[in-house]
T-cell receptor, first 113, second 112 residues
Framework: AAGVIQSPRHLIKEKRETATLKCYPI?????VYWYQQGPGQDPQFLIS???????DKGSIPDRFSAQQFSDYHSELNMSSLELGDSALYFC????????????FGQGTRLTVV | RKEVEQDPGPFNVPEGATVAFNCTYS??????FFWYRQDCRKEPKLLMS???SGNEDGRFTAQLNRASQYISLLIRDSKLSDSATYLC?????????????FGAGTILRVKS
C-alpha cells in the first residue's frame, strides 16, 4: 500500500541557507501535518493543512512557511537556517472524516552546519 | 500543563514482564485516541487505536476512560523487540480540520 513519501531523506545545509522539504500524502488523504523532532525530544507540531488550507499552527518559526498544493502534496520552506533547526522533520497524513489515525513518512533529517 | 501527559520513564523491565503505561489528556472533547511506537530516530508507527470498550491485539491491550480522561497501554510477556518509545496521541476536531496532539512519550527498555 502507498505510504507517505518525504523527500529528501537527508539534507545538509549551511547556516543562513534555505531548505525545502516535500511531503506526498497517502492518496485520498485530505490532511497533512508537519512535525519537528530534535534529539531526545518528542515530535513538536509545526503546522497542518486540510483541503489545501492551513488548519492549525503550532510552534513554527516565522522563518518557516508551508503550503499544500492542488495535488495535496505539501512543502515546508525554511529560510535563514540556524544550527538549532537541525532535526528530523516528519510529515503525516490522514483523513478528517472518521477521526482516523495519521500515518507518518520516514522523515527528512536536516543538518545545519 | 501539556494537553497530553505521559510518564517519560524509562521503564526498565525483564523479558516476559508485564508493563503498563498511562496517559492523561485535558481536552474533554477529544474524539480519537492512539498509541504509536517510535524506534530511535525513525518515524512514529501506529501501534493501536484506543476505544472505550477496550481493545486487544495479541500481547497489547489498550483502554480508554473518557470520564477520567485517561488512556492506558498494557504489554504482556515483554520481548526485547518491544524496546521503544511509546507515544500517546489524541485527536480533536477543530472548526477546520483535525488536531493531533502527542504526549512526550514513554521509554521502554526490555532486558534479557
Amino acid at each position: 500500500a502507498a505510504g507517505v513519501i518525504q523527500s529528501p531523506r537527508h539534507l545538509i545545509k549551511e547556516k543562513r541557507e534555505t531548505a525545502t522539504l516535500k511531503c506526498y500524502p497517502i492518496p485520498r488523504h485530505d490532511t497533512v501535518y508537519w512535525y519537528q523532532q530534535g534529539p531526545g525530544q518528542d515530535p513538536q507540531f509545526l503546522i497542518s493543512f486540510y483541503e489545501k488550507m492551513q488548519s492549525d499552527k503550532g510552534s513554527i518559526p516565522d522563518r518557516f512557511s508551508a503550503q499544500q498544493f492542488s495535488d495535496y502534496h505539501s512543502e515546508l520552506n525554511m529560510s535563514s537556517l540556524e544550527l538549532g533547526d537541525s532535526a528530523l522533520y516528519f510529515c503525516a497524513s490522514s483523513l478528517v472524516r472518521g477521526f482516523t489515525e495519521a500515518f507518518f513518512g520516514q522523515g527528512t533529517r536536516l543538518t545545519v552546519v | 500543563r501539556k494537553e497530553v501527559e505521559q510518564d517519560p520513564g524509562p521503564f526498565n523491565v525483564p523479558e516476559g514482564a508485564t508493563v503498563a503505561f498511562n496517559c492523561t489528556y485535558s481536552n474533554s472533547a477529544s474524539q480519537s485516541f492512539f498509541w504509536y511506537r517510535q524506534d530511535c530516530r525513525k518515524e512514529p508507527k501506529l501501534l493501536m487505536s484506543v476505544y472505550s470498550s477496550g481493545n486487544e491485539d495479541g500481547r497489547f491491550t489498550a483502554q480508554l476512560n473518557r470520564a477520567s480522561q485517561y488512556i492506558s497501554l498494557l504489554i504482556r510477556d515483554s520481548k526485547l523487540s518491544d524496546s521503544a518509545t511509546y507515544l500517546c496521541v489524541v485527536l480533536s476536531s477543530m472548526e477546520y480540520g483535525n488536531k493531533l496532539v502527542f504526549g512526550a512519550g514513554t521509554i521502554l527498555r526490555v532486558k534479557s
